[in-house]
């Protein structure tokens, strides 16, 4: 069965402390690895589709990195605006997403 | 551009009853996917519609059931509603290339009592 585990569930920073939020999956037959962000009372939000190991996107003050097992999102200097849920998710192919947890992530001014 | 609408934003309803979620999606997505979100489970997949087919369906009983129309609009139906049942119901649109990525609605907040 195909799994996507996030860690930490939650994270605290202070404003400018960059970290990075982990993304375990086992995806059979994995064609894309995505990231949204979640903010309370919304629907997630589109971030980075990866395809393959080493592929790296940028936006703003967030990266994306893709291995065969693991996928991270590097925060860089957060400022209290990056404060969301962000969610990892893995497809096969088969028009579906498989979510992990997510990860709660607070910047604090 | 407008984004994916889903109707209606909040619905409280009583255990039996039966309930129809709308979805409209971004002009020129013919892909409409359902998801479940509860804190407990996080989001899980429901179905996935592609020019009125139901493509894939995901781990939910036959009270679960969803349709698209010809126009991409979409409805998910749920009947008999059972108390976990309780959940914000997401939509979400894409193109038929997925991987350009897949762009959520603000939900459906459900609440069975």
């Known amino acids: 069965e195909d799994q996507v585990t996030q860690s930490p569930e939650a994270l605290r920073l202070q404003e400018g402390e960059s970290s990075s939020l982990n993304c375990s999956y086992t995806v059979s037959g994995l064609r894309g690895l995505f990231w949204y962000r979640q903010d309370p009372g919304k629907g997630p939000e589109f971030l980075f589709t990866l395809y393959s190991a080493g592929e790296e996107k940028e936006k703003e003050r967030l990266k994306a990195t893709l291995t065969k097992k693991e996928s991270f999102l590097h925060i860089t200097a957060p400022k209290p605006e990056d404060s969301a849920t962000y969610l990892c998710?893995?497809?096969?192919?088969?028009?579906?997403?498989?979510f992990g947890q997510g990860t709660r992530l607070t910047i604090n001014p | 551009k407008a984004g994916v609408t889903q109707t209606p934003r909040y619905l409280i309803k009583t255990r039996g009853q039966q309930v129809t979620l709308s979805c409209s999606p971004i002009?020129?997505?013919?892909?409409v996917s359902w998801y479940q979100q509860t804190p407990g489970q996080g989001l899980q997949f429901l179905f996935e519609?592609?020019?009125?087919?139901?493509?894939n369906k995901g781990n939910f009983p036959g009270r679960f059931s969803g349709r698209q129309f010809s126009n991409s609009r979409s409805e998910m139906n749920v009947s008999t509603l059972e108390l976990g049942d309780s959940a914000l119901y997401l939509c979400?649109?894409?193109?038929?290339?997925?991987?350009?990525?897949?762009?959520f609605g603000s939900g459906t907040r459900l609440t069975v009592v």
């Open positions: 979400a649109s894409s193109l038929e290339d997925w991987a350009l990525g897949y762009t």
């Open positions: 002009s020129g997505h013919r892909s």
């Open positions: 998710a893995g497809t096969g192919g088969a028009q579906k997403l498989v």
């Open positions: 519609y592609f020019s009125e087919t139901q493509r």
